[in-house]
């Protein structure tokens, strides 16, 4: 089955400051790999995707993910942090991507501060 | 085009009243999958459903919960005689085809529900 886990329950960084959010996957099959925000009380917005093709994938609001088959990873990146990063960050894969409607297994999440 | 549009934004029940939550798919969207999430929790799937159908209901708890998505109308998911460990956030989210990975899934705002 698969399984998904984010090291870091809190990450803390200043303004400016490099941005890394760590997620690890298990999969039997090759994954698909998603990474959303969720703002307080709100839903989760969709950053970026891996399904094929390119490893390093470029999502909205300047954060990028590079996939890593050798390392089963999918560490969420931003050069420098805003304010307005401060969210919590939820990694995601499918749990079967062969079969169609199949449900999203998602991390536990991390929650990330930004200071000034 | 309104995204997935979920009612009542936040829910208060007495223990052992009926919780109804509703969630209406973006236009276009056949497929919705229900999610809870716990306090510090990532979320975990409940269900998905197409119109009048139940396709995979693996992650529902087997007794009090119920889910339906009428031909007509939004997709309801029902709790009955509500416990304390119920009070949880639950995501609707939908998609426009059986495979949700060219889109990723669309989330609603989410019901927060608190049983007091």
């Not at chain 1, 099959?29 to 994938?57: C, I, S």
Request: glycine letters at 10%.
């Amino acid at each position: 089955a698969q399984s998904v886990t984010q090291l870091g329950s809190h990450v803390s960084v200043s303004e400016g400051a490099l941005v890394l959010l760590r997620c690890n996957y298990s999969s039997s099959v090759p994954p698909y790999l998603f990474w959303y925000v969720q703002y307080p009380n709100q839903g989760l917005q969709l950053l970026l995707k891996y399904t094929t093709g390119a490893t390093l994938v470029k999502g909205i609001n300047g954060f990028e993910a590079e996939f890593k088959k050798s390392e089963t990873s999918f560490h969420l990146t931003k050069p420098s942090a805003h304010m307005s990063d401060a969210a919590e960050y939820f990694c995601a894969v499918s749990d079967d991507p062969n079969q169609a409607g199949t449900a999203l297994i998602f991390g536990k999440g991390t929650t990330l501060s930004v200071s000034s | 085009n309104a995204g997935v549009m979920q009612n009542p934004r936040h829910l208060v029940r007495r223990r052992g009243q009926e919780a109804r939550l509703r969630c209406s798919p973006m236009k276009g969207h056949s497929h919705v999958y229900w999610y809870r999430q716990l306090p510090e929790e990532g979320l975990k799937f409940m269900v998905y459903l197409q119109k009048e159908n139940i396709i995979d209901e693996s992650g529902m708890p087997k007794e009090r919960f119920s889910a339906e998505f009428p031909k007509e109308g939004p997709s309801i998911l029902r709790i009955q005689q509500v416990v304390r460990g119920d009070s949880a956030a639950y995501f609707c989210a939908s998609s426009p085809g059986s495979s949700p990975y060219g889109y990723g899934y669309t989330f609603g705002s989410g019901t927060r529900l608190t049983v007091v």
